[in-house]
């Protein structure tokens, strides 16, 4: 759910109320994960011309972004391999769903691995890393502010959103 869409000078703030992973049934996933793996790779090989893939669920769908005409050519082949399951060889063959985006793999990688970063603009900070599904770099805290969301849209722009999650805590170690 969107707290706060996002505009020309502030980032976009949402909140899970249930995480949706809890929701899901995972019968017949695995060709979509192994396919996953490859689109990952792909992805990995190319990191200007594609984005992250992600699995849609409820049906099962591989999702593969692209930011260029290239990446497009790229990310359109169907995945097939095969792999073995309860004891026979389960072949499978996806064809992926294209989306385009604006966000490369290469952008936001660079976003999460840099040394000072999101994580360090506020005290708030719980977690971050790559949605695939929305093309952003998200930034997890437990409080925000309307200061928190101008900084990182001037200085991110497009590449970040902010994941309030108001009751949970950093991680404490013993």
Do not use: C
């Not at 689109?39 to 990995?44: E, G, K």
């Not at 849609?56 to 790229?74: C, I, K, M």
């Not at 409080?143 to 999650?165: C, K, N, P, S």
């Amino acid at each position: 759910m969107i707290v706060q869409p996002a505009t020309n000078d502030a980032v976009e703030v949402y909140f899970t109320p249930v995480d949706l992973v809890l929701l899901r049934s995972y019968e017949g996933i695995e060709p979509f994960n192994r396919a996953l793996e490859i689109a990952q790779r792909r992805a990995d090989t190319y990191p200007h011309d594609l984005a992250p893939p992600y699995i849609l669920h409820e049906p099962y769908r591989l999702v593969a972004p692209y930011v260029t005409a290239r990446g497009r050519e790229l990310a359109a082949p169907p995945t097939s391999g095969a792999y073995w399951s309860s004891g026979k060889s389960v072949r499978f063959r996806i064809v992926p769903r294209l989306r385009p985006v604006k966000n490369s793999q290469a952008e936001l990688k660079t976003l999460v691995e840099m040394d000072v970063g999101p994580l360090e603009e506020t005290e708030s900070s719980l977690a971050m890393g790559i949605e695939a599904e929305l093309n952003r770099v998200v930034l997890e805290v437990n409080t925000f502010d309307q200061d928190l969301r101008r900084r990182l849209a001037r200085q991110y722009g497009g590449l970040i959103a902010v994941h309030w999650e108001p009751f949970a805590q950093r991680a404490v170690l013993d």
